[in-house]
C-alpha cells in the first residue's frame, strides 16, 4: 500500500525556512509515514499522529480509506502543540 502524502501551507513554510540539510532530515522522515519513525498518536485527538524528527515535530493525519497522509504542521518540539 502506497499513501499519498499532501503537505499544508503551514509545514511548507518551516520546512522552507531551515537549513537545507534539515531540510532533507524533515522531508526523508515524512517520505516513510506512516510505516517508518517514531511516531505516536496523540492523546485528546481522534485521528492525529506526531513524528519526532530530533528536535522537531511533525503534526500529521491518515486516512486508510482512500491513503492520504497529511501532514497538518512542522516546528520545534515546543512550540509546534500551541497552534
Not at 492525529?48 to 497538518?72: A, S
Request: proline share 5%; glycine share 6%.
Amino acid at each position: 500500500m502506497k499513501y499519498d502524502i499532501l503537505i499544508d501551507k503551514p509545514a511548507q513554510k518551516f520546512i522552507l525556512r531551515q537549513p537545507p540539510e534539515q531540510q532533507k532530515r524533515l522531508l526523508l522522515a515524512i517520505s516513510k509515514l506512516p510505516f517508518e519513525g517514531d511516531f505516536k498518536k496523540m492523546k485528546g485527538y481522534t485521528n492525529y499522529y506526531r513524528l519526532r524528527v530530533g528536535e522537531y515535530r511533525v503534526i500529521y493525519t491518515k486516512e486508510d480509506q482512500i491513503l492520504v497522509v497529511r501532514v497538518i504542521n512542522v516546528g520545534n518540539r515546543g512550540d509546534v502543540y500551541k497552534k
